[in-house]
Each structure stands twice: as structure tokens, then as C-alpha cells.
């Protein structure tokens, strides 16, 4: 479902990304997990081209864009995102909108759709995601963890076959963590193939196949979450898991 061969990411003289390999299988859950600088968000921001990499190779679905010297043209940007959907740690629902006329607002404008059947289907993911009552508010009347489920099914009524989310409880307080996990882990259970960059290492271990550690722009380890959350072999792992848990 998704092949990273190679990729190198430079921001002025800084490497960011240096030759990030990884696979994600279809139906697959993997979190990014590592100290804040690490690389996480450029490295999901680069497989959705929010970011474009000097170096390397990115594949999702039957699409693989190589950015080895090449301008990227905007037929490939369109067709690589047309296979993932992104939420992000800040929301980034219109205010002027209503929940329902920013859920339907992509596949209505993008792709040309008719208002009635979106409106249907927009409805449908609202009761996946515990926010139809909510349709008619704007996202000011909101809490974060409902903006966020908000923002959740928006991304999915263009029915990506990849969901990414950009640390997505980051801007949550505590309360409304755990309400916005459910959905996600939910998801998961349906066999969505989903990248998500966490801080959340309880919530790691329970819903992905695969955790990757990074720091300093490098992948560290990687494996099932139990070898990397719980008995990890590199050094560096170790040492930034006992940080978090003092």
C-alpha cells in the first residue's frame, strides 16, 4: 500500500529526512513515534506532498512519484493525494461553515458531486464519529475533540485508501483524548491502512502492527509494538521511553 524508498527531506542546510525507508501493508496501522525534531510530521507531511522531498522514492496505491531531480508536476501531486486523507493536529475546519457543509465541501467542489447524496453520506460518517447532532454547528460552538472527529470524517468522505494523522490529540485537553482514540482505533477494527504520528504510546501499543522510533531524521527501530514500546534493542529507544515515563 505504501513503499518509502530512500527519501531525503533538507530544510536550508538542515537534513531533516536521511534515506527513510519503510512499508506499510494494506489494513495496516503504523504510529511514528520519538522525541519532538525527530522528523515525524515532515515525514507524513512528504507522503501526502504538503512537503516535497529532494531524495527518494514514494509509493501509495499504484502511484509512485521519484523526486530524484525532477520537478514535481502538479498531475502527480493530484494523484498521489488522491489515495490518502490527512488530519491534522490543529483541525483546520473552515469557521464559516457549518460541520456538514465543511465535511461535504472537498468531494463537492473537487469532484463535481451532487449536494443531496453528499449530504446523505456526510451524515452517515457523522453517526460513525458521534458528532450528527452537532451538523449544524459551526466549529467555534465546538469542543476540540469534536472539532477533530469533525475533521476525521471529513478526510474520509473522499474515501482515501490511507488516512494520516498529524499527532492528532495534541491540541486536545485531557478529557476530550480519549473520545477522538475511539474513532481512530475504530477505524483500525474496520482495517483501515492508516499512518499516525503519536505521542500517545498506551494508545500505540494497543492499535498499530508497526511502530517506528525516529530521532535525528533517522528511522532508529522499527517492529511490532511490543519489540519497540516494550523490550526495545537500540539505545536510543530505550533512553527516550524512560524519559517519558518519569
Given at each position: 500500500?505504501?513503499?518509502v524508498?530512500?527519501?531525503?527531506?533538507v530544510?536550508d542546510?538542515?537534513?531533516?529526512?536521511?534515506s527513510?525507508?519503510?512499508t506499510?501493508?494494506?489494513g495496516e496501522?503504523?504510529?511514528?513515534?520519538?522525541?519532538?525534531?525527530s522528523?515525524?510530521?515532515?515525514?507524513l507531511?512528504?507522503?501526502?506532498?504538503?512537503?516535497?522531498?529532494?531524495?527518494?522514492t514514494?509509493?501509495?496505491?499504484?502511484k509512485?512519484v521519484?523526486?530524484?531531480?525532477?520537478?514535481?508536476?502538479?498531475?502527480d501531486?493530484n494523484?498521489?493525494?488522491?489515495?490518502?486523507?490527512?488530519?491534522?493536529?490543529?483541525?483546520?475546519?473552515?469557521?464559516?461553515?457549518?460541520?456538514?457543509?465543511?465535511?461535504?465541501?472537498?468531494?463537492?467542489?473537487?469532484?463535481?458531486?451532487d449536494?443531496?447524496?453528499?449530504?446523505?453520506?456526510?451524515?452517515?460518517?457523522?453517526?460513525?464519529?458521534?458528532?450528527l447532532?452537532?451538523?449544524?454547528?459551526?466549529?467555534?460552538?465546538?469542543?476540540?475533540?469534536?472539532?477533530?472527529?469533525?475533521?476525521?470524517?471529513?478526510?474520509?468522505?473522499?474515501?482515501?485508501?490511507?488516512?494520516?494523522?498529524?499527532?492528532?490529540?495534541?491540541?486536545?485537553?485531557p478529557?476530550?483524548?480519549?473520545?477522538?482514540?475511539?474513532?481512530?482505533?475504530?477505524?483500525?477494527?474496520?482495517?483501515q491502512?492508516?499512518?499516525?504520528?503519536?505521542?500517545e504510546?498506551?494508545f500505540?501499543?494497543?492499535?498499530?502492527?508497526?511502530v517506528?522510533?525516529?530521532?535525528?531524521?533517522?528511522?532508529?527501530?522499527?517492529?511490532?509494538?511490543?519489540?519497540?514500546?516494550?523490550?526495545?534493542?537500540?539505545?536510543?529507544?530505550?533512553e527516550?521511553?524512560?524519559?517519558i515515563?518519569?
Amino acid at each position: 500500500m505504501i513503499t518509502v524508498e530512500k527519501l531525503k527531506k533538507v530544510y536550508d542546510d538542515t537534513t531533516v529526512l536521511k534515506s527513510i525507508d519503510f512499508t506499510v501493508k494494506k489494513g495496516e496501522v503504523v504510529c511514528l513515534v520519538g522525541p519532538s525534531g525527530s522528523g515525524k510530521t515532515t515525514l507524513l507531511r512528504c507522503l501526502n506532498l504538503l512537503e516535497v522531498p529532494e531524495e527518494g522514492t514514494v509509493t501509495i496505491g499504484k502511484k509512485t512519484v521519484d523526486f530524484g531531480g525532477k520537478k514535481l508536476s502538479k498531475k502527480d501531486t493530484n494523484e498521489l493525494r488522491a489515495y490518502s486523507g490527512m488530519v491534522f493536529q490543529g483541525f483546520h475546519l473552515f469557521p464559516h461553515k457549518t460541520v456538514i457543509e465543511n465535511i461535504i465541501e472537498a468531494p463537492l467542489v473537487v469532484q463535481g458531486r451532487d449536494k443531496k447524496e453528499l449530504v446523505a453520506e456526510g451524515e452517515e460518517l457523522l453517526q460513525k464519529v458521534g458528532m450528527l447532532e452537532h451538523k449544524d454547528k459551526y466549529p467555534d460552538a465546538l469542543s476540540g475533540g469534536q472539532q477533530q472527529r469533525a475533521a476525521i470524517a471529513r478526510a474520509l468522505m473522499m474515501k482515501p485508501e490511507v488516512m494520516l494523522f498529524d499527532e492528532p490529540t495534541s491540541a486536545l485537553d485531557p478529557q476530550t483524548v480519549g473520545e477522538v482514540l475511539r474513532v481512530i482505533e475504530d477505524l483500525a477494527k474496520e482495517g483501515q491502512t492508516m499512518v499516525i504520528v503519536t505521542h500517545e504510546m498506551n494508545f500505540a501499543r494497543r492499535v498499530s502492527n508497526q511502530v517506528l522510533f525516529m530521532d535525528g531524521g533517522y528511522i532508529v527501530e522499527k517492529g511490532e509494538p511490543e519489540d519497540v514500546l516494550v523490550s526495545p534493542k537500540e539505545k536510543r529507544t530505550r533512553e527516550f521511553l524512560q524519559l517519558i515515563k518519569e
